[in-house]
């Protein structure tokens, strides 16, 4: 069915595993992904990693060695693995996983995300809640356990039935599904019903009580829009599963929230997303180290001073970002430092004229500050580029390591972000 080993870079795994005398265990997107593709292709070729983690996808990985030795793995991990630096990485124990586990079975659940994939030359695939035969007959469903408040993830002020519903309506939109047969899915009604019911889980008074439920619910609203085909089929499918009344319902419930931008553009039509959205590390409570900006981002800045090899131009630049300080929760430390991201997605209406640029060889440049009295400082950094052919947006994933933290000391530091392409002929 499918392993581990199926995806190139994961292949290298086995000598971690070896090291440390462990198994791996692969869940959640990259794994629903990978299965999904295996399903779709007769070709038996590894698959790319780079395509499996679209946007701000992470790679979720659990080992059967102790919590002690989960810092050792990873740093065996970043070593063995080609371009590890280029994800995001989860990895627990199996005694860490079990809590969440054991909220999956009272909590929401998209079977199709429940698969694992192992390499122990005997179990193809686990799978316990049938979820290839979702992938298998595209028809993908989605419940919510009726003994959803006894999950400790909820009594915790760390899950709501929303947060799963919006993992479905991504789940659809990578399997392909229109937006306009979304309601021919066995899970849509449930969906719909998460929605509509929310009052009955207190969500809109927990989204003010917890600043992770906040940004959790930003980050899955961000990874479901972006895996949209179109940004129009988002707003159709948002509006008829009832997200679009939920957020007018969420707005004014958190009227100084710094996601209001963020949220109403998301789910309304009119005018169309044309503000290149960001995704990035909370370094208090739900503040994210980057915030939103609705500035035009330009094809170029007087200022701008940047050397630049042969054939690379300039395509984009960003207005200046305000830089949050100090050290976010979710970064993971390793020995080289922090490890963080930034993510961008830049619309169809920034990226038409990018022509004669080879697609795979778009980087981005970043600028700091530490204030708008001292000069700039630039960075090139670790960057992916993942373009939707069918939206015409384009996705940036760059990995700051420790840069943005040691560097954001004060409120007054800035960043600004340069978007380089490489002409596809280089003479």
């Known amino acids: 069915m499918a392993y581990i080993s199926d995806i190139e870079q994961l292949s290298y795994l086995g000598a971690v595993a070896r090291q440390f005398s462990i198994d791996f265990r692969l869940y959640g997107g990259v794994a629903f992904r990978c299965v999904r593709l295996k399903f779709q292709s007769q070709v038996d070729k590894p698959l790319d990693l780079f395509e499996l983690t679209p946007f701000a996808a992470d790679i979720d990985l659990v080992h059967s060695g102790t919590d002690t030795q989960t810092p050792a793995v990873f740093e065996a991990l970043l070593k063995a693995v080609p371009d590890a630096d280029c994800f995001r990485w989860e990895i627990r124990s199996e005694a860490s996983q079990r809590v969440y586990e054991r909220s999956l079975r009272v909590g929401g659940v998209v079977p199709a995300r429940t698969l694992s994939l192992v390499d122990d030359g005997v179990t193809e695939l686990i799978d316990p809640t049938s979820g290839s035969r979702d992938i298998a007959t595209s028809n993908y469903r989605y419940h919510v356990s009726p003994f959803f408040k006894e999950s400790e993830l909820y009594k915790n002020g760390q899950d709501l039935p929303i947060l799963s519903a919006l993992l479905y309506l991504q789940t659809l939109f990578e399997a392909s599904v229109p937006a306009d047969k979304m309601k021919d899915q066995d899970g849509w009604h449930a969906a719909k019903q998460v929605f509509s019911t929310h009052g009955q889980f207190q969500t809109l008074a927990r989204l003010q009580q917890h600043s992770y439920l906040r940004a959790r619910f930003r980050y899955l609203l961000l990874n479901a829009f972006a895996s949209a085909p179109t940004d129009a089929e988002f707003f159709a499918a948002a509006e008829q599963v009832g997200l679009k009344e939920f957020i007018a319902s969420a707005q004014s419930s958190l009227p100084n929230n710094p996601d209001s931008i963020t949220l109403g553009q998301l789910t309304t039509s009119s005018p169309p997303v044309t503000s290149v959205l960001s995704s990035s590390s909370c370094t208090v409570g739900d503040i994210p180290r980057v915030p939103l900006s609705t500035e035009a981002w330009t094809p170029q800045a007087p200022d701008v001073d940047i050397r630049l090899g042969p054939g690379q131009e300039m395509l984009l630049v960003s207005p ?81 390591f420790g840069y943005l933290e040691s560097f954001a000391t004060t409120g007054t530091a800035e960043m600004r972000v340069c978007v380089v392409g490489l002409a596809e002929k280089v003479h």
């Open 320 to 400: 200046k970002m305000a830089l949050r300080p100090g050290a976010a929760p979710s970064v993971v430390r390793a020995e080289g430092g922090a490890i963080e991201f930034l993510h961008f997605r830049i619309p169809q209406k920034f990226t038409s004229d990018w022509v004669g640029f080879d697609e795979r060889r778009l980087s981005l440049i970043m600028q700091l500050r530490l204030s708008a009295n001292h000069s700039w400082s630039t960075l090139a950094l670790p960057c992916v580029a993942f373009k939707r052919t069918k939206s015409g947006a384009v996705e940036f994933r760059v990995n700051c």
